[in-house]
């Protein structure tokens, strides 16, 4: 707890410089701070739309390509085997399908994460 402030203010760092690097990519959304809020910045996560044709598994095996770890987004609850499966929750799983959480650990480098977009960019040749 005693660091708490300093790491979050970390997180909050790497998110805003993934955000400068993406944010402005046609079809990509990351982690939004709605007006009055702040957000802890925990896993800074992309979202592709559809019509991008990137998915999960695509993003997540250029990643193991070039030995980037990074987290799947959560899955829908409905999907565990503690809850019935909920086939009515498309839209869960279609996000699912669509997201990833990007590393953010907090010793990661500029150089790191310049790596990470330059990747992301590459798969639809965003410049």
């Given at each position: 707890?005693?660091?708490?402030?300093e790491?979050?203010?970390?997180k909050?760092d790497?998110?805003?410089?993934?955000?400068?690097?993406l944010?402005a990519?046609?079809?990509?959304?990351?982690?939004?701070?709605?007006?009055?809020?702040?957000i802890g910045?925990?896993?800074p996560?992309?979202?592709?739309s559809?019509d991008?044709?990137v998915?999960?598994?695509?993003?997540?095996?250029?990643?193991v390509?070039?030995?980037?770890?990074?987290?799947?987004?959560?899955?829908?609850?409905?999907?565990?085997?503690?809850?019935?499966?909920?086939?009515?929750?498309?839209i869960?799983?279609?996000?699912?399908?669509?997201?990833?959480?990007?590393p953010?650990?907090?010793?990661?480098?500029v150089?790191?994460?310049?790596?990470?977009?330059?990747?992301?960019?590459?798969?639809?040749?965003?410049k």
């Amino acid at each position: 707890m005693e660091r708490v402030l300093e790491l979050i203010s970390r997180k909050r760092d790497i998110l805003a410089y993934y955000k400068k690097r993406l944010e402005a990519l046609p079809g990509l959304t990351m982690n939004s701070e709605p007006d009055g809020t702040i957000i802890g910045a925990w896993m800074p996560t992309v979202v592709f739309s559809p019509d991008t044709g990137v998915s999960r598994d695509l993003l997540l095996s250029r990643f193991v390509e070039e030995n980037i770890d990074a987290r799947v987004f959560f899955w829908p609850l409905s999907s565990l085997g503690l809850f019935s499966v909920e086939h009515e929750n498309t839209i869960a799983q279609d996000i699912s399908s669509r997201a990833l959480n990007l590393p953010s650990y907090h010793d990661i480098s500029v150089g790191e994460i310049d790596r990470v977009t330059t990747i992301i960019r590459s798969i639809r040749d965003w410049k």
